[in-house]
């Protein structure tokens, strides 16, 4: 694989100075150009100590401006990162929408060197090459441009570099004992990084093999690369914008003349009705006929009838009488506060998710959740539109943000989910966007979960009665009626749909690592000891751990 990264490729200064003016006008062109568009470039760079991971990087932020390009190094995670799961400073480092994003020690560090250092067995490294493969696959179907780039040096010439490093005055501290120790487990980690760059150079983040010894080659041929990959992911994603925007008209085309069919088949259905009952047992009757006979009551958009839901599955006379409410509930809060302070004793972090319907009761359940808590340890973070700086990045980095540090506990009202429910619904996403957000977000949950955070997902249920009882008696109560607004009303037009949504959201995200509860909630009581006891039962099972 790397025999052609050990030729002793070079160019002479000359060469270099003639072709580097063009290749900078090119790449300030085309960053000023970039600003405008919808994806990020993210650019990573790895290979064997010596190579110019360093200087390429340096070089990159010498050419290009500053304001739109941003560099990220790592080295061993500090006690916030590792309080979080892996990937969590990985997200909150990358580049919005519009700007460069350099990645020195990156996501491919971990693996490798754990690997080469026996700290993760063959099957451990194949499992975390996967996970990097999820996350990149993530980003690019997002449309993120990723170029990955390994620069090479032979053994021999790894071992002359760190030599003229160390007698270099002003270089020498590049040298350290570390990268002695990795020159002599050269063959190994060549083997190992042989293995991860076949598995996770892929059409959507392609490793690029680049001979590092020759500073001015390995320059010209990083930064022609960047420059012609750019060039490139511009001009697919505008002729992708295209066709977008062509499949939009034509599916909205389609749609109108579905529902114009629909309707004229009700009308037909309506005649025939009225007619059979006319002619049976008059006018009279016939009123009555039709309304027991008419489908449209059944019928979805497409003609078809409405589909029975997990949530049409449950029982909503479920309740608790007062009295019996009170001692539940303080039954419930008890308990919680006891296993939260044991889970936060051990570091147990642990992450909520509230949905449901308009009014179902999610701030009031949340409120009683956390009067069990110690107000320094948790954090509620209501979930709105997303701000233009949310726009910018991929719809799960705002969510990575937030999750807690060990012990503490984190309350998302609302959450990712509104991908596959209100922009959905609404339009807001593209087909192929919220049916891949299903399995984004099980990969993103698999994380959570892995790192042993306690997660648990509710869905707060009501009738459309009880919920149109709700919104009117709100209207009436002067301290509720800021709740109430337009948009709510307009969801509730929409029932049907978000119904189905909900149904498919549960069927697809409920895991056994990150289930759904779905819990009654037309009597507020009975919904709050059930999220509340469900949260203390999942801290005990996970402190029996």
Same mark, same amino acid.
């Given at each position: 694989?790397?025999? =052609?990264?050990?030729?002793?490729?070079?160019?002479?200064?000359?060469?270099? /100075?003639?072709?580097?003016?063009?290749?900078?006008?090119?790449?300030?062109?085309?960053?000023?150009?970039?600003?405008?568009?919808?994806?990020?470039?993210?650019?990573?760079?790895?290979?064997?100590?010596?190579?110019?991971?360093?200087?390429?990087?340096?070089?990159?932020?010498?050419?290009? /401006?500053?304001?739109?390009?941003?560099?990220?190094?790592?080295?061993?995670?500090?006690?916030?990162?590792?309080? +979080?799961?892996?990937?969590?400073?990985?997200?909150?480092?990358?580049?919005?929408?519009?700007?460069?994003?350099?990645?020195?020690?990156?996501?491919?560090?971990?693996?490798?060197?754990?690997?080469?250092?026996?700290?993760?067995?063959?099957?451990?490294?194949?499992?975390?090459?996967?996970?990097?493969?999820?996350?990149? %696959?993530? !980003?690019?179907?997002?449309?993120?441009?990723?170029?990955?780039?390994?620069?090479?040096?032979?053994?021999?010439?790894?071992?002359?570099?760190?030599?003229?490093?160390?007698?270099?005055?002003?270089?020498?501290?590049?040298?350290?004992?570390?990268?002695?120790?990795?020159?002599? #487990?050269? *063959?190994?980690?060549?083997?190992?990084? &042989?293995?991860?760059?076949?598995?996770?150079? =892929?059409?959507?983040?392609?490793?690029?093999?680049?001979?590092?010894?020759?500073?001015?080659?390995?320059?010209?041929?990083?930064?022609?690369?960047?420059?012609?990959?750019? +060039?490139?992911?511009?001009?697919?994603?505008?002729?992708?914008? @295209?066709?977008?925007?062509?499949?939009?008209?034509?599916? #909205?085309?389609?749609?109108?003349?579905?529902?114009?069919?629909?309707?004229?088949?009700? @009308? =037909?259905?309506?005649? %025939?009705?009225?007619?059979?009952?006319?002619?049976?047992?008059?006018?009279?009757?016939?009123?009555?006929?039709?309304?027991?006979?008419?489908?449209?009551?059944?019928?979805?958009?497409?003609?078809?009838?409405?589909?029975?839901?997990?949530?049409?599955? !449950?029982?909503?006379?479920?309740?608790?009488?007062?009295? &019996?409410?009170? !001692?539940?509930?303080?039954?419930?809060?008890?308990?919680?506060?006891?296993?939260?302070?044991?889970?936060?004793?051990?570091?147990?972090?642990?992450?909520?998710? $509230?949905?449901?319907? *308009?009014?179902?009761? @999610?701030?009031?359940?949340?409120?009683?959740?956390?009067?069990?808590?110690?107000?320094?340890?948790?954090?509620?973070?209501?979930?709105?539109?997303?701000? /233009?700086?949310?726009?910018?990045?991929?719809?799960?980095?705002?969510?990575?943000?937030?999750?807690?540090?060990?012990?503490?506990?984190?309350?998302?009202?609302?959450?990712?989910?509104?991908?596959?429910?209100?922009?959905?619904?609404?339009?807001?996403?593209?087909?192929?966007?919220?049916?891949?957000?299903?399995?984004?977000?099980?990969?993103?949950?698999?994380?959570?979960? $892995?790192?042993?955070?306690?997660?648990?997902?509710?869905?707060?249920?009501?009738?459309?009665?009880?919920?149109?009882?709700?919104?009117?008696?709100?209207?009436?109560?002067?301290?509720?009626?800021?709740?109430? =607004?337009?948009?709510?009303?307009? #969801?509730?037009? %929409?029932?049907?749909?978000?119904?189905?949504?909900?149904?498919?959201?549960?069927?697809?995200?409920?895991?056994?690592?990150?289930?759904?509860?779905?819990?009654?909630?037309?009597? %507020?009581?009975?919904? +709050?000891?059930?999220?509340?006891?469900?949260?203390? /039962?999942?801290? @005990?099972?996970?402190?029996?751990?």
């Amino acid at each position: 694989m790397f025999q =052609t990264a050990e030729l002793g490729q070079k160019v002479s200064r000359e060469d270099f /100075d003639r072709i580097s003016q063009d290749l900078r006008t090119d790449l300030l062109t085309l960053q000023n150009e970039l600003r405008g568009c919808d994806f990020p470039v993210i650019l990573v760079f790895a290979g064997v100590d010596g190579g110019g991971k360093g200087e390429t990087v340096n070089l990159l932020n010498e050419w290009m /401006d500053p304001r739109w390009i941003a560099t990220r190094a790592y080295s061993m995670p500090s006690d916030e990162e590792r309080e +979080r799961p892996f990937y969590w400073r990985f997200w909150r480092d990358l580049p919005p929408k519009g700007q460069v994003g350099l990645f020195l020690s990156s996501w491919y560090s971990h693996p490798i060197n754990s690997h080469v250092r026996k700290e993760a067995s063959t099957a451990e490294f194949e499992s975390l090459l996967d996970r990097v493969n999820s996350f990149e %696959k993530t !980003l690019a179907d997002d449309g993120a441009l990723i170029v990955k780039f390994w620069l090479h040096l032979s053994k021999s010439a790894q071992k002359r570099r760190l030599k003229s490093l160390e007698k270099d005055e002003l270089q020498s501290w590049r040298v350290t004992k570390q990268d002695w120790k990795n020159w002599k #487990n050269y *063959d190994q980690f060549i083997n190992t990084a &042989e293995h991860m760059i076949s598995k996770t150079s =892929t059409g959507y983040a392609p490793w690029e093999i680049v001979e590092g010894e020759d500073s001015r080659f390995r320059s010209l041929t990083v930064l022609t690369l960047v420059r012609d990959a750019i +060039r490139k992911h511009m001009t697919e994603r505008a002729t992708k914008r @295209k066709v977008i925007a062509e499949l939009a008209a034509a599916a #909205n085309a389609k749609r109108t003349a579905e529902l114009a069919n629909v309707h004229s088949q009700i @009308k =037909t259905l309506e005649k %025939k009705a009225e007619a059979a009952t006319t002619k049976k047992a008059g006018k009279g009757k016939a009123k009555a006929a039709k309304a027991q006979e008419t489908p449209t009551a059944s019928l979805t958009p497409q003609g078809q009838l409405q589909p029975r839901t997990v949530l049409s599955a !449950l029982d909503m006379t479920q309740k608790y009488e007062k009295k &019996e409410a009170g !001692l539940a509930l303080k039954k419930a809060k008890a308990e919680l506060a006891l296993l939260y302070r044991q889970a936060k004793a051990r570091g147990i972090s642990t992450l909520l998710v $509230f949905e449901g319907w *308009d009014a179902a009761g @999610k701030g009031g359940a949340i409120r009683r959740l956390t009067a069990s808590l110690d107000a320094r340890d948790y954090r509620v973070t209501p979930v709105a539109a997303p701000t /233009d700086e949310e726009r910018a990045q991929h719809y799960l980095w705002r969510f990575w943000r937030h999750m807690p540090r060990a012990g503490r506990l984190t309350i998302f009202d609302r959450s990712w989910y509104g991908r596959v429910l209100v922009e959905r619904v609404e339009g807001f996403a593209r087909n192929e966007e919220w049916h891949r957000a299903f399995s984004e977000i099980n990969d993103f949950e698999e994380q959570i979960a $892995f790192h042993g955070t306690v997660l648990a997902k509710f869905w707060v249920h009501i009738t459309k009665e009880e919920q149109y009882r709700r919104f009117k008696e709100r209207e009436t109560i002067a301290y509720k009626k800021w709740k109430l =607004t337009d948009e709510d009303w307009r #969801n509730r037009a %929409k029932w049907d749909d978000y119904e189905i949504a909900v149904n498919e959201m549960v069927e697809r995200t409920s895991t056994r690592q990150a289930p759904w509860i779905l819990v009654e909630g037309n009597d %507020k009581n009975f919904a +709050r000891v059930k999220i509340i006891q469900s949260v203390a /039962d999942l801290l @005990k099972k996970r402190l029996a751990k």
